[in-house]
T-cell receptor
Framework: GAGVSQSPSNKVTEKGKDVELRCDPISGHTALYWYRQSLGQGLEFLIYFQGNSAPDKSGLPSDRFSAERTGGSVSTLTIQRTQQEDSAVYLC??????????????FGSGTQLSVL | KQEVTQIPAALSVPEGENLVLNCSFTDSAIYNLQWFRQDPGKGLTSLLLIQSSQREQTSGRLNASLDKSSGRSTLYIAASQPGDSATYLCAVNGQGGKLIFGQGTELSVKP
């Protein structure tokens, strides 16, 4: 596609429910990143994929969070048993290769998650 | 552990002023440093990327500098316009294959 596409753009859910967030990266980009941005905060790294594998999951805040990527393209971030502190904007980004000296990162518009 | 700090957190200037945004980082072992712009409710747009071997990059009215040894970067915006109002984020690309972000500077340019 022309850019990184995320869906849904907004998600309101009740505490304790599971949610799935989707990211469709730029066609041909092998690396895909998930970040979280809480209100008034900078971006917090969650996980990145190179192809279908995830070399770095160190940012996932708890075992309620998981992500997968299939076919080297679309990725889903799943949050189980959502809590109010999970409320944030979840941003996805992609790059042609894993970030090196001259790789730029392209971001989607994010999914605003609100847990009531 | 890499930490990125941006100062100031917010800045308000009248239209036409030149301004400087500051970014500092704790670990100088980086591949590059990038500046992004974020408009309310939107994703991030890449503005400038400075490789670790470079000292500065320019794009239009924007100039970014990098002093890797002191762990500092500045983003200079010349002749600011109301359309420049946004949050500006600095991020460093270390050796872990991911970007580490500062908390951003919220810029408001008043007509």
């Amino acid at each position: 596609g022309a850019g990184v596409s995320q869906s849904p753009s907004n998600k309101v859910t009740e505490k304790g429910k599971d949610v799935e967030l989707r990211c469709d990266p730029i066609s041909g980009h092998t690396a895909l990143y998930w970040y979280r941005q809480s209100l008034g905060q900078g971006l917090e790294f969650l996980i990145y994929f190179q192809g279908n594998s995830a070399p770095d999951k160190s940012g996932l805040p708890s075992d309620r969070f998981s992500a997968e990527r299939t076919g080297g393209s679309v990725s889903t971030l799943t949050i189980q048993r959502t809590q109010q502190e999970d409320s944030a904007v979840y941003l996805c980004a992609s790059s042609f290769n894993v970030l090196g000296a001259n790789e730029k990162l392209f971001f989607g518009s994010g999914t605003q998650l609100s847990v009531l | 552990k890499q930490e990125v700090t941006q100062i100031p957190a917010a800045l308000s200037v009248p239209e036409g002023e030149n301004l400087v945004l500051n970014c500092s980082f704790t670990d100088s072992a980086i591949y590059n440093l990038q500046w992004f712009r974020q408009d309310p409710g939107k994703g991030l747009t890449s503005l400038l990327l400075i490789q670790s071997s470079q000292r500065e990059q320019t794009s239009g009215r924007l100039n970014a500098s990098l002093d890797k040894s002191s762990g500092r970067s500045t983003l200079y915006i010349a002749a600011s316009q109301p359309g420049d109002s946004a949050t500006y984020l600095c991020a460093v690309n270390g050796q872990g294959g991911k970007l580490i972000f500062g908390q951003g500077t919220e810029l408001s340019v008043k007509p």
